[in-house]
C-alpha cells in the first residue's frame, strides 16, 4: 500500500474517533447531571493514567520486536500487565464507592457507576493501545485505523446506555431543580399558583 493510502487512512480514523466522541458529548450531557458527567471525565483520565502506568510502555516495544518470539512475549507480557491494571482498577474502585457510600457523600447513582466503569475503560484502553502496536508490527496499516477508533466506538456509548439504565432523568432534575433556584421569572410563576 503507497504512503498516501496509509497517511488517508490513519488521518480518517484519527478524525473518525475525535467526532465520535465529539458526537457523543452531547449525549452524555443529557444523560448524566452535572456531577456525574465530572465523575465520567475524572474517571476517564485515571483510566488513561493507569493503562499506561501500568503496562510500563510494553505495547510501544511491539513494533520494534526483533523475532517472532520476542513479539509473542511483548503481546503476552503486555495482556498480562494489561489484566494487572485492570485488577488494580477494580481495586481502587471498588474502595472508591465503599468510601464514597460509607461516608455518605452526596453522589448519585450515575456518578458511582462512572467509578465502577474504571477497570472496563482501562481494559479498553490496554486493548486499544496493545491492538494498535501489534497492527503497527504487522503493518497492516488499514487495520491500525480500526484500532485507532475501538476505544471511543465502545467506551461512550456503554457509558452512555449505563447512565440511561441508572438514571434516566438525572439530567432533566437537575436542570429543573437548578432554574427553580436561578430564575426569578420561575419564582414569580411558584408564587401566583400558590
Known amino acids: 500500500m503507497s504512503f498516501g493510502k496509509n497517511f488517508l487512512g490513519q488521518t480518517i480514523a484519527s478524525v473518525l474517533a475525535f467526532a465520535i466522541s465529539l458526537l ?4 452524555m450531557t ?3 447531571d452535572p456531577n456525574a458527567y465530572g465523575a465520567f471525565a475524572i474517571i476517564n483520565g485515571a483510566a ?3 493503562a499506561t502506568f501500568m503496562q510500563f510502555s510494553m505495547p510501544s516495544m511491539i513494533p520494534i520486536s526483533q523475532n ?3 513479539f509473542r512475549r511483548l503481546i503476552n507480557v503486555s495482556l498480562h500487565l494489561g489484566t494487572l491494571a485492570t485488577i488494580a482498577s477494580s481495586a481502587i474502585a471498588a474502595a472508591w464507592i465503599v468510601y464514597v457510600v460509607s461516608n455518605d457523600h452526596q453522589w448519585s447513582l450515575a456518578s458511582i457507576s462512572s467509578i465502577a466503569m474504571l477497570p472496563f475503560l482501562v481494559v479498553s484502553i490496554s486493548l486499544q493501545r496493545i491492538s494498535q502496536n501489534i497492527v503497527i508490527a504487522t503493518r497492516e496499516f488499514n487495520r491500525l ?3 485507532r477508533v475501538m476505544h471511543p466506538v465502545v467506551a461512550k456509548p456503554i457509558a452512555i446506555a449505563v447512565g440511561l439504565l441508572l438514571a434516566p432523568s ?5 436542570r429543573n431543580r437548578s432554574a427553580r433556584e436561578h430564575c ?3 419564582l414569580d410563576v411558584q408564587r401566583q399558583n400558590s
Open 24 to 27: 457523543l458529548t452531547p449525549m
Open 30 to 32: 443529557r444523560v448524566f
Open 48 to 50: 488513561v493514567f493507569l
Open 68 to 70: 517472532i518470539l520476542e
Open 145 to 147: 485505523a480500526m484500532a
Open 170 to 174: 438525572a439530567a432533566v432534575i437537575s
Open 184 to 186: 426569578p421569572a420561575y
